[in-house]
């Protein structure tokens, strides 16, 4: 091999180490990508018993009930359709109802969301731009700008 051929072999080596890199980046964030959800989106979507999501809207008023263990149940809303979640831990300490929350986790066999996590609004003028947005999208949603 010349000098020049082994510079060409080095050069398309080391690209196809990048691209094997960047499918492999790709294939495992794929993998676990969470997509975000409004209660009435889920009615149209083919989300499967145990597939990871993101949930979000308004906490329905009138729906938190804790039980045993630091189970907490509650109900999350566009005002078009409601999702019934259950949740053990520690809620953040601004989850109350009639305001915005994102919760991860996964629909069980028995159809009620199972959340691993749930995020709530720091203050009184942030929701979550995914939910906020989703909102507006459907006029549901009026804050003073």
């Keep these: 091999m010349t000098r020049k051929q082994k510079r060409i072999a080095v050069i398309f080596g080391g690209l196809a180490f990048l691209g094997a890199a960047t499918a492999l980046t790709f294939v495992a964030l794929g993998q676990k ?20 999501i993101r949930l979000g809207g308004i906490v329905e008023k009138g729906s938190i009930a804790r039980g045993q263990d630091a189970t907490v149940t509650f109900a999350v809303t ?15 300490d601004l989850f109350r109802e009639e305001q915005g929350v994102i919760t991860e986790g996964s629909f069980g066999p028995d159809g009620g969301f199972v959340a691993d996590s749930v995020l709530a609004k720091h ?5 979550p731009r995914e939910v906020a947005d989703s909102l507006k999208e459907k006029g549901l949603w009026q804050h003073n700008e």
Aim: glycine share 8%.
């Design 123 to 127: 203050d009184e003028n942030y929701m």
């Design 78 to 92: 566009d005002t078009a359709e409601t999702v019934n979640v259950s949740y053990k831990g520690i809620l953040p």
């Design 33 to 52: 990508a969470s997509y975000f959800y409004m209660p009435g989106d889920l009615v149209s979507a083919d989300v499967q018993p145990g597939q990871r």
